[in-house]
């Protein structure tokens, strides 16, 4: 088994400033994602990951970088942070094409 | 590109019901993986069952789904709705091009006694 924590929890920043959301996952997977989740919008890619070092942007990258170093994490941040991208972050993991991705319980940020 | 569509963003219904929540995509790839997605309230979205096999049900707690290419579906069902059903559901697809899942818009599962 493995686990995916995101860090931190609950995030709370100011227009304009920049923000960053970690995720760490000791499931040994390849492949990591991120994804934003708005109220009634389903879950929408930023960017993705399928090694250390790779970055492919998903549907919703601009507005946000991404760094990958290591295997096990994958950082995402908001460059300059606004109020009408106030949702959930939810980062993911899998070993591969076909198999299922795993969440991490989220990060949730609300912009001021 | 591929897209998956969820005809339904809230389905409501009565304990003891059938459940259908209705998933179609599109894709140009002849072998496509389909899954379903379940995210319980305050939790994050976890697999409830997926598919790569044409005209083949599988099932998991429950609820069961079978791909038709042919009509490039796949409809997550259940017998009998439980409160503990409801939920938000996401039908996603997966194609070999590459590893990313698209998802549908979800649908919104109520359960009520």
């Known amino acids: 088994g493995g686990i995916i924590t995101q860090t931190p929890k609950f995030l709370i920043g100011q227009e304009g400033q920049k923000l960053t959301l970690k995720c760490q996952q000791n499931?040994?997977?390849?492949?990591m994602y991120w994804y934003r989740q708005d109220s009634g919008k389903g879950l929408r890619l930023i960017y993705y990951s399928i090694t250390e070092n790779d970055l492919q942007k998903g549907d919703l990258s601009e507005g946000y970088d991404a760094s990958r170093e290591k295997k096990s994490s994958f950082s995402l941040t908001v460059t300059s942070a606004q109020k009408n991208e106030m949702a959930v972050f939810l980062c993911a993991s899998t070993p591969g094409q076909g198999y299922e991705q795993y969440f991490g319980p989220g990060t949730r940020l609300t912009v001021l | 590109g591929d897209s998956v569509t969820q005809t339904e963003g809230l389905v409501t219904l009565t304990e003891g019901l059938p459940v259908m929540l209705n998933c179609t995509y599109q894709t140009i790839y002849s072998n496509p993986f389909l899954f379903w997605y379940v995210q319980h309230l305050n939790e994050s979205p976890r697999l409830l069952l997926k598919s790569f096999t044409d005209n083949k049900r599988t099932e998991h707690q429950g609820f069961h789904a079978t791909l038709h290419k042919s009509s490039s579906s796949f409809h997550l069902q259940k017998s009998s709705a439980q409160l503990s059903d409801s939920a938000l559901y996401y039908c996603a697809l997966s194609t070999s091009s590459g590893q990313k899942l698209v998802f549908g818009q979800g649908t919104i599962l109520k359960v009520y006694l």
């Open positions: 499931f040994n997977h390849d492949t």
